[in-house]
Structures are given as C-alpha cells and as structure tokens.
C-alpha cells in the first residue's frame, strides 16, 4: 500500500488542492490493490466499473494539469518549467492505460475477471504514479507561486479550473468518485463545488452505480473506510 502525499495545510488553494486531489488518487489506487484479489463474480461489474471511474478522474485531473496550468506555469515561472511533471506523466500512462482496458474488457463481458491480473497490471505503473504524485508537490511550492503570480493572476487560475470541471463533470460519475476518494476529516472544504450540487449528487445522481461506489476508500459523504490500505493519515504542515 502506498503512503499519503504531504498536506499542505495554510498554503495557496492551488497547491494545497492539488495535494488533496493526489491523495485521492493513492486512497483510490490502495482501495483498488486492497480489494481486487478478493471480488466475487456478482461483484465485477460494479468493481470494475469502479475502476473504471477512476482512471478517468486520473486522466481528467492530468488533462487540465497539461492543457490549462502547465502552460501558465512555464509563461510565469519560465520555459519547461514543468517539463519533469509531463514527463513523469508517460512514465505511468502506458500501463495505467493498459490496467483500463483490461478493467474495460471486463465491464464488457470480452475478457474475464482475475484479481492475479489486476495486481499484476497496478504493480505495472502504480509506483511511478505515487512518485509523480509525490514529487510534484513541491514544483508548485506556494511560495515559489507568490513570488511568480499577482493575486489576481492566482484567481484567474483558480477560476479557470473551476469552470473546466464544471463544464466537463458527470454528476453520475467524475463527483461520485471524487467524493468517495476524499477524506473529509483532511480537508472539509473540498471539493469546490457548490452545495447544492452536491447535495443533488450524495443524495441523488450517485444512485445510479451505487454498488461501483460501494468500493470506494470513502463513503459518498467523506467518510474513510478502515482497512483499505488508508489507515496511516497523511503528513502535513
């Protein structure tokens, strides 16, 4: 099971959030590698699609990293400055990729569900991933941003994104995973999102894969599960 990014209590949004988002994917990755070597028949549709949910939110949160901030970041803080980032993205992406097509094919019915195979597909990719997550952090030390961004700038940022994820959100799918990696304890604000709106889905729109969910590190309200390889709280400062 892999360890917890840093939280970055007290600091920029940015940073801070991009923390709690890289500890969702370590909670989701954990629960993935805790639970896959024990799913029963009745249960690989929902795990799998479970799975599923949350390669997309990976790939969701690394599209806008490499399409929206990283070319802010390299204007500001100067030419390839997150060139390491990106490419610590390829570094995982082939077999990440290949883990989804798998959990694909099975949600399908064309290929046939093995935990040995899941193992073996995570084990692929799964520690250059916590690397990436790990070490990114600290390229974006606060910091480092303020003297680089007005506040203003830093704003404009911070709405940018919001209107990105709103724009391309499921309220069946891209919130319901997002809330069930997060643990709330950690972070209460987050995610950004109005309450209404998420309300509609804790109570309503999740219901629709209700039993992928039931495999989250988390319940739909934030809740940490014991036992799924998150136990160890996440450092902070």
Same mark, same amino acid.
């Given at each position: 099971?892999?360890?917890?990014? @840093?939280?970055?209590?007290?600091?920029?949004?940015?940073?801070?959030?991009?923390?709690?988002?890289?500890?969702?994917?370590?909670? &989701?990755? =954990?629960?993935?590698?805790?639970?896959?070597? &024990?799913?029963?028949?009745?249960?690989?549709?929902?795990?799998?699609?479970?799975?599923?949910?949350?390669?997309?939110?990976?790939?969701?949160?690394?599209?806008?990293?490499?399409?929206? @901030?990283?070319?802010?970041?390299?204007?500001?803080?100067?030419?390839?400055?997150?060139?390491? =980032?990106?490419?610590?993205?390829?570094?995982?992406?082939?077999?990440?990729?290949?883990?989804?097509?798998?959990?694909?094919?099975?949600? *399908?019915?064309?290929?046939?569900?093995?935990?040995?195979?899941?193992?073996?597909?995570?084990?692929?990719?799964?520690? *250059?991933?916590?690397?990436?997550?790990?070490?990114?952090?600290?390229?974006?030390?606060?910091?480092?941003?303020?003297?680089?961004?007005?506040?203003?700038?830093?704003?404009?940022?911070?709405?940018?994104?919001?209107?990105?994820?709103?724009?391309?959100?499921?309220?069946?799918?891209?919130?319901?995973?997002?809330?069930?990696?997060?643990?709330?304890?950690?972070?209460?604000?987050?995610?950004?999102?109005?309450?209404?709106?998420?309300?509609?889905?804790?109570?309503?729109?999740?219901?629709?894969?209700?039993? *992928?969910?039931?495999? &989250?590190?988390?319940?739909?309200?934030?809740?940490?599960?014991?036992?799924?390889?998150?136990?160890?709280?996440?450092?902070?400062?």
């Amino acid at each position: 099971m892999y360890a917890l990014c @840093l939280c970055l209590f007290n600091q920029l949004r940015i940073p801070s959030e991009m923390a709690i988002s890289h500890n969702m994917f370590i909670r &989701g990755l =954990n629960a993935i590698h805790a639970q896959a070597e &024990g799913i029963q028949e009745e249960q690989v549709k929902g795990f799998s699609f479970f799975c599923i949910s949350y390669f997309e939110m990976v790939h969701h949160h690394h599209q806008i990293e490499e399409t929206y @901030l990283f070319p802010i970041y390299d204007k500001k803080l100067g030419a390839h400055a997150m060139d390491n =980032n990106v490419e610590q993205h390829h570094a995982f992406m082939d077999g990440l990729l290949d883990a989804e097509t798998y959990f694909k094919e099975v949600h *399908a019915g064309t290929a046939s569900y093995s935990g040995a195979t899941v193992t073996t597909k995570l084990n692929s990719f799964a520690d *250059a991933l916590v690397l990436h997550l790990t070490e990114e952090i600290p390229t974006l030390d606060s910091n480092r941003l303020r003297a680089a961004f007005t506040k203003q700038d830093l704003k404009d940022m911070e709405d940018g994104i919001i209107k990105i994820i709103l724009k391309d959100v499921s309220l069946f799918t891209t919130v319901p995973i997002g809330l069930i990696c997060h643990d709330k304890a950690t972070a209460s604000y987050f995610p950004p999102l109005p309450k209404p709106l998420l309300w509609a889905v804790q109570y309503g729109f999740s219901w629709r894969y209700n039993a *992928a969910w039931s495999f &989250g590190p988390c319940d739909i309200y934030g809740k940490l599960k014991s036992g799924l390889g998150n136990d160890t709280p996440a450092p902070g400062i």
